[in-house]
T-cell receptor
Framework: GGIITQTPKFLIGQEGQKLTLKCQQN?????MYWYRQDSGKGLRLIYY???????QKGDLSEGYDASREKKSSFSLTVTSAQKNEMAVFLC?????????????FGPGTRLLVL | GEQVEQLPSILRVQERSSASINCSYE??????FPWYKQEPGENPKLIID?????ERKQIQELIVLLDKKAKRFSLHITDTQPGDSAMYFC???????FGGGTRLTVRP
């Protein structure tokens, strides 16, 4: 078995602030994902990475940067937080992008921008 | 990018009846179709999935059907219980694009 951890669990920021969210997995999975989920809505892909130092943009990449420093970690940066923004950011990982392997989710980081 | 359409967005059924959720996708290369259940305050949890080499899969009261020709797949919950009330998401494609979700309510 394995686990995905996300830090912090809660993040309160100020408008215009740069905010970084971190994700670690010990599955030894190749592919990692960052999704955003707004209240009552579906998940939208921000970035994903198929291996260390790889980055692929999702549909929602504008306003975000990401970094895959090593296989086990994938960080997401909100480049300029928007006032009253409130969402959950979910990290996920999967052994291989194309071969139908199960995707596992972390517990999420809840963001609130004042 | 890849679009996954999920319908209906809201579904209310009576306890012990069936509930069906349908998804359609665009990427003909998609080979993996998971379904997730998400309860309030929780992250999505995989409940069942189907790969492109199958047309039907069943785990207890959950049935998934895949029609690759039509690029559609569906989740059927038979004998629904109030505990099945939640948001359900389908996903598809190499990037695992998610559908918009279905809020299922099972009335006692």
């Amino acid at each position: 078995g394995g686990i995905i951890t996300q830090t912090p669990k809660f993040l309160i920021g100020q408008e215009g602030q740069k905010l970084t969210l971190k994700c670690q997995q010990n599955f030894n999975h190749d592919t990692m994902y960052w999704y955003r989920q707004d209240s009552g809505k579906g998940l939208r892909l921000i970035y994903y990475s198929i291996t260390e130092n790889d980055l692929q943009k999702g549909d929602l990449s504008e306003g975000y940067d990401a970094s895959r420093e090593k296989k086990s970690s994938f960080s997401l940066t909100v480049t300029s937080a928007q006032k009253n923004e409130m969402a959950v950011f979910l990290c996920a990982s999967r052994r291989d992008r194309g071969l139908g392997d199960t995707q596992y989710f972390g517990p999420g980081t809840r963001l609130l921008v004042l | 990018g890849e679009q996954v359409e999920q319908l209906p967005s809201i579904l209310r059924v009576q306890e012990r009846s069936s509930a069906s959720i349908n998804c359609s996708y665009e990427d003909s290369a998609s080979n993996y179709f998971p379904w997730y259940k998400q309860e309030p305050g929780e992250n999505p949890k995989l409940i069942i999935d189907i790969r492109s080499n199958m047309e039907r899969k069943q785990i207890q009261e959950l049935i998934v059907l895949l029609d690759k020709k039509a690029k559609r797949f569906s989740l059927h919950i038979t004998d629904t219980q109030p505990g099945d009330s939640a948001m359900y998401f389908c996903a598809s494609g190499a990037k695992l694009t998610f559908g918009g979700g279905t809020r299922l309510t099972v009335r006692p």
